[in-house]
């Protein structure tokens, strides 16, 4: 069964970078697109940047832009999220999700359980 494993959340200054991971398994991750979201406290899904399955292609919500980088490892099954410039306004759960086909990064189908950032000083 599909499974995504999100990972590298915690605790971080404003200003400073932490790097998310997501692990994938169940299914053939060098087929599909993949991408974050988060949730704030008290507010609703909010898509944060997706890649295509070759990895050519990434895409990014503006206001992180600049800011955070998405990648993956094919032979990891693996997506990343590098994150700097964090600030308070990044505070957010964050998920993994695999989008339904190799270039759909807002069509999804499965999703993890998210990791906690907050950023704080």
């Known amino acids: 069964q599909v499974q995504l494993v999100e990972s590298g959340g915690g605790l971080a200054q404003p200003g400073g970078s932490l790097r998310l991971s997501c692990a994938a398994s169940?299914?053939?991750?060098?087929?599909?697109?993949m991408s974050w979201a988060r949730q704030a406290p008290g507010k609703g899904l909010e898509w944060v940047s997706g890649?295509?399955?070759?990895?050519?292609?990434?895409y990014y919500l503006n206001s992180v832009k600049g800011r955070f980088a998405i990648s993956r490892d094919n032979a990891k099954n693996t997506v990343y999220l590098q994150m700097n410039s964090l600030s308070p306004e990044d505070t957010a759960l964050y998920f993994c999700a695999k989008g339904a086909n190799s270039e759909s990064i807002t069509t999804n189908d499965y999703w993890g359980r998210g990791t906690q950032v907050t950023v704080s000083s």
């Open positions: 169940g299914f053939t991750f060098s087929s599909y697109a």
């Open positions: 890649i295509y399955s070759d990895g050519t292609h990434t």
